[in-house]
């Protein structure tokens, strides 16, 4: 599973305050946002793009703006995914998408400096252009994204998705003198980002489980092959394709998730 392959990400701890400054500014609707992560959770991206067009004409403050701009880059990165995976998309304008939906993220970044997701999702629209144009532009990418994924944990320590991010980083490169790849760190970022997704997933700040998280686990204790890490990560990935396939209405990252899962399974058996 690439880097960029990010599944739906957990909501907002808490709604934004609504707080109108001297009656010139008007605030998001936190209902609003939780309608957003709700369409994410599904298959409901390209209604997000509409929403989000429709609130930015409205919204003035910064970090409202920001809030809103860094959701849209999600939704388009999503959507090049999606497009990418059912063979809708050439490359070519995967990239494009991808092009447009990291200049949301700036924009964000500059509104808002202190928050941590647009950083993220700047970081997985890099990640994913590199994947698609080729092995040699993902490595000379990967310092970048590393760098969005860690100064995401800057603003945000507990932010399970870019230490999700970082786990397949540390997989998937060469280790030194050719990159920065480390299997230990990979396992360590795996279970660290399973923990908090977990955690959130029980305060209800997510919606949906995370089933990649547990395949990439899985493949990073494969690629470290230390002690029992192949029979746990067997273990895992079996769970894990169990519980995808007794899902009645899978959405198309669950689809997605579970092709992956049984391409692993089916190299290491």
């Not at 509409?50 to 003035?60: A, K, P, Q």
């Not at 660290?192 to 955690?199: F, G, K, P, S, V």
Request: proline share 3%; charged share 30%.
């Amino acid at each position: 599973m690439a880097i960029y392959d990010i599944r739906p990400v957990r909501a907002l701890t808490a709604a934004l305050a609504l707080v109108l400054c001297a009656g010139s500014l008007e605030a998001i609707d936190a209902d609003l946002l939780r309608e957003l992560e709700r369409l994410h959770e599904g298959d409901g991206h390209e209604e997000i793009l509409e929403r989000i067009d429709s609130e930015l004409e409205r919204v003035t403050d910064a970090t409202e703006t920001a809030e809103l701009l860094w959701r849209r880059t999600r939704a388009e990165l999503t959507l090049a995914d999606f497009g990418l995976w059912r063979g809708e998309l050439s490359d070519r304008e995967a990239i494009a998408m991808l092009e447009g939906a990291a200049s949301h993220a700036d924009r964000a970044t500059s509104l808002a400096p202190d928050l941590a997701d647009p950083y993220f999702w700047k970081g997985a629209t890099v990640g994913l252009r590199g994947q698609i144009r080729g092995i040699l532009n993902s490595l000379f990418m990967a310092s970048d994204v590393r760098d969005y994924a860690e100064q995401t944990l800057e603003r945000d320590p507990d932010h399970a998705e870019a230490h999700y991010m970082l786990g397949q980083l540390y997989r998937e490169l060469p280790r030194w003198p050719l990159s920065f790849g480390d299997r230990e760190r990979a396992v360590d970022y795996g279970r660290r980002a399973i923990a908090l997704h977990e955690d959130d997933y029980a305060e209800g700040r997510v919606g949906v489980p995370y089933y990649d998280f547990y395949t990439q686990l899985a493949a990073s204790l494969w690629r470290r092959n230390a002690g029992g890490d192949r029979d746990e990560a067997l273990s895992l990935l079996r769970s894990t394709i169990a519980d995808l396939e007794a899902l009645s209405e899978p959405t198309t990252r669950q689809r997605m998730e579970l092709e992956t899962a049984r391409e692993f399974l089916a190299d290491w058996t």
